[in-house]
């Protein structure tokens, strides 16, 4: 154990085109970072956060770092490696920006998890699973963990539950070699729980068959390398994407200019705005980079766009 310590979590994109909720991965490059030290007041508090304009809240109690941080407070607690007047102070530092579809708040409540655990020895996996879904959670009210726990672990992950109170662990996924991610990332924002108000309550049974195999043949198509079919079935999604990407302005002109461009296949990134395009290693990435925010520019909307890999490593010390 530390007397300070930071800890860093990749940034991440979910869903893949078809798997809502349950596909995720992290991203080599950008993330978030959280510093945690011993403090004598009992509890979480968060005394600083940097590169987020100011927009977050420093009550532990509604910010994703806080409350992951908070939790693996109280594991450690019912493990005997903390007692309940430990007290804890961290600083978030943003490296993502928000409403981004880039798994901003799943980052930083990676990174506030590691933090805290890395100070308290606290090592058990679930531990910070569970903290990284309960910090979403406090983000948008709802139970997700693809994002969070592509953040904890690295890699692709297929997430069989996000309901806490029946937990299943997360089944990490091979990863395709010379598999690339082009992630466009427009000049505007939208809100997980916004881009959640548009979805159906209820589905036809024909869609959610249609959709278990999409997501049974991406799955499939990833294990076994094929980039090409993975690529296919990443458009297939008939549930989340057709109603979330009319709040995409740019959609249509992005995606058709991606795939003129050698995309493989395209689908929103977690809830959007940012785009993400299934490419493998080679001149490829780079162009439909180019390609995907021209076409934004031309429609007057700046963007970045940037090639990743997959990541191995998920929430690590810093």
């Known amino acids: 154990m530390s007397a300070r310590v930071r800890a860093f979590a990749p940034a991440t994109v979910a869903n893949l085109g078809p798997g809502f909720d349950v596909l995720g991965a992290a991203l080599d490059g950008p993330g978030d970072s959280v510093t945690a030290w011993k403090a004598k007041k009992p509890g979480v508090r968060i005394v600083e956060i940097t590169g987020d304009g100011g927009r977050l809240p420093l009550d532990a109690e509604k910010n994703t770092a806080g409350v992951a941080a908070a939790w693996v407070l109280e594991a450690a607690v019912a493990a005997g490696r903390a007692t ?35 100070l308290l020895g606290e090592n058990r996996k679930r531990v910070l ?46 990863v395709p070699p010379g598999l690339r991610l082009v992630i466009v990332h427009p000049d505007a924002e939208l809100e997980t ?30 294990h076994r390398g094929d980039l090409v079919a993975a690529g296919v079935w990443m458009r297939s999604d008939r549930i989340a994407e057709p109603r979330r990407r009319a709040l995409v302005p740019g959609w249509d002109e992005v995606t058709a200019a991606m795939k003129k461009a050698g995309a493989l296949g395209w689908a929103l990134a977690g809830a959007g705005p940012t785009i993400l395009a299934l490419s493998e290693e080679g001149p490829a990435p780079a162009k439909i980079a180019k390609a995907a925010a021209r076409a934004f520019r031309a429609l007057g909307v700046e963007a970045d766009a940037t090639v990743h890999a997959v990541s191995p490593r998920g929430a690590r010390e810093a």
């Open 84 to 118: 309940p007047r430990t007290g804890i102070e961290i600083a978030l530092e943003k490296g993502l920006p928000l409403a981004s579809g880039l798994g901003s708040s799943a980052s930083s409540a990676a990174a506030g998890a590691k933090a805290v655990a890395l």
């Open 129 to 174: 699973l569970e903290a990284v879904l309960r910090g979403e959670h406090a983000a948008d009210g709802s139970w997700h963990g693809d994002n969070g726990f592509a953040s904890i672990l690295g890699g692709l992950v297929l997430v069989p539950s996000s309901d806490p109170e029946n937990f299943v662990a997360p089944i990490s996924l091979p």
């Open 193 to 222: 729980k916004d881009a959640r108000r548009v979805l159906p309550r209820e589905i036809p049974l024909s869609d959610a068959t249609r959709q278990a195999a999409a997501l049974g043949i991406l799955v499939d198509a990833l």
